[in-house]
C-alpha cells in the first residue's frame, strides 16, 4: 500500500485512506457514491492536510524577537561609531595637518569640539528613532548595563547587547579605517587624556557626563513598553540626542569623548592604544549604573509610578 506523504497521527485522515476505503469496502452498485465521496475528498485535501500538519516554524517568535534586537543593536551600534570615530579622526587629521588651530596642549579648538558633539549627537537622536522599536535604540553598554541595574532587562539579553555593541564598535573603526587607507587616520579618534589632566578627572568627568545621559535616557521612557528603550513620544529621542550633544561637548576637550566603551574599545583595538584604557570603561558603567539607582530613587518616592512589567526577553 503507498505511504501517506505526510504523516502525522493515525487518526487524522488521508487521501490514501479515504480512496482506500472507498475502493476496498464500496459494492460495485454503489459506485456512483464512490464517486462522489472521491470527489468530496479531493475538494477537501488541501484542507485537510493544512488541519492535519501543525505550522511549527524553525525559530520561536521569542527567539526572532531576541534576533532581531540583537542585530539592530550590532547595526546601530556600528555606524553610530563609524560615524562617531570617523568624525572625530577626520577634525584630527585636519588638525595634525595644520589645516585648524590647535591649542599648545594638542587639544581640539572650539569649532571642532561644536562639530565633533552636535553630529555625535545627531547620530545618536537619528539610530534611536529608527531602532527603538525593535531593540529599545541603546547602543552602548553602559546604558545596557543601567537597564538591567533598574531591572528593565534580564541578565542574559543584558550581556547579549553588550557582546554585539562591543564587537559593532570594532566592526565599525574597522570600516573606517579601511575606508580611510589602513594607515590610522586621524589615530582612529583613539580617546586620550589631555596632558594637564589626571585619570582621577577624567574617571569623574565621564561618570557624571554618562551619568547625566542615563538620567535623560530614563525619564524620556516608555516603562511599559517593550523593548527597554522605547520613548514616549517622538520627542524622546531628541532629548537624548541632546544629552549626548551636551556630554560630548563636556569631554570631547579632556579625553576626546568617551562615554560610551564601545567608541573607546573599537580604535583602541585597531590601534593597540591600552594607555589609561580602563578609565573609559569604569567611568562610564559606574555613571550608567548610578544614573539607573537615581531614577529608581525618584520612582520609589513618587508611590505607583514603577511599573513593575518586565522585558518580553
Known amino acids: 500500500m503507498e505511504e501517506a506523504a505526510f ?4 487518526n487524522v485522515p488521508r487521501r490514501a485512506s479515504f480512496q482506500a476505503a472507498a475502493a476496498h469496502h464500496m459494492p460495485a452498485a454503489t459506485l456512483e457514491d464512490s464517486a462522489l465521496l472521491s470527489t468530496l475528498v479531493s475538494a477537501a485535501d488541501e484542507h485537510t492536510i493544512k488541519e492535519a500538519i501543525p505550522d511549527e516554524p524553525f525559530l ?4 526572532k524577537t531576541i534576533m532581531a534586537a540583537l542585530l539592530a543593536e550590532f547595526i546601530g551600534t556600528m555606524f553610530l561609531i563609524l560615524v562617531s570615530v570617523g568624525i572625530q579622526a577626520n577634525e584630527i587629521n585636519w588638525a595634525m595637518n595644520g589645516a585648524a588651530s590647535v591649542d599648545a596642549s594638542s ?27 525593535v531593540s529599545g535604540g541603546h547602543f552602548n553598554p553602559a546604558i545596557t548595563l543601567a537597564a538591567m541595574v533598574s531591572r528593565r532587562i534580564g541578565i542574559l539579553p543584558a550581556v547579549l547587547y553588550m557582546i554585539v555593541q562591543i564587537v559593532a564598535g ?8 579601511g575606508m580611510s587607507g589602513n594607515d590610522n587616520y586621524g589615530e582612529l ?39 527597554c528603550g522605547r520613548h514616549r513620544d517622538e520627542l524622546g529621542p531628541m532629548y537624548v540626542g541632546f ?11 579632556w579625553d576626546r569623548g568617551g562615554i560610551n566603551p564601545s567608541r573607546s574599545f573599537g580604535p583602541a583595538v585597531l590601534t593597540n592604544t591600552w594607555d589609561q584604557h580602563w578609565v573609559f570603561w569604569m567611568g562610564p558603567m559606574i ?23 518586565k522585558q518580553a526577553f
Open 243 to 253: 544629552a549626548y550633544t551636551l556630554a560630548i561637548a563636556l569631554t570631547t576637550r
Open 107 to 133: 587639544r581640539m579648538s572650539s569649532d571642532m569640539t561644536v562639530c565633533i558633539a552636535v553630529t555625535t549627537g545627531l547620530t545618536y537622536m537619528c539610530l534611536m528613532s529608527t531602532f527603538q522599536r
Open 189 to 227: 579618534g583613539i580617546n586620550q587624556i589631555a596632558n594637564e589632566f589626571d585619570t582621577g578627572a577624567i574617571f569623574g568627568v565621564e561618570l557624571m557626563a554618562t551619568m547625566w545621559v542615563t538620567l535623560i535616557w530614563f525619564f524620556s521612557l516608555d516603562l511599559a513598553a517593550a523593548p
Open 287 to 309: 555613571g550608567g549604573m548610578a544614573g539607573a539607582l537615581i531614577f529608581e530613587l525618584f520612582l520609589w518616592l513618587s508611590p505607583g509610578a514603577r511599573n513593575e512589567q
Open 60 to 63: 520561536s517568535a521569542e527567539t
Open 170 to 177: 570594532i566592526a565599525g573603526s574597522a570600516i573606517y579605517d
Open 7 to 10: 504523516p502525522s497521527e493515525p
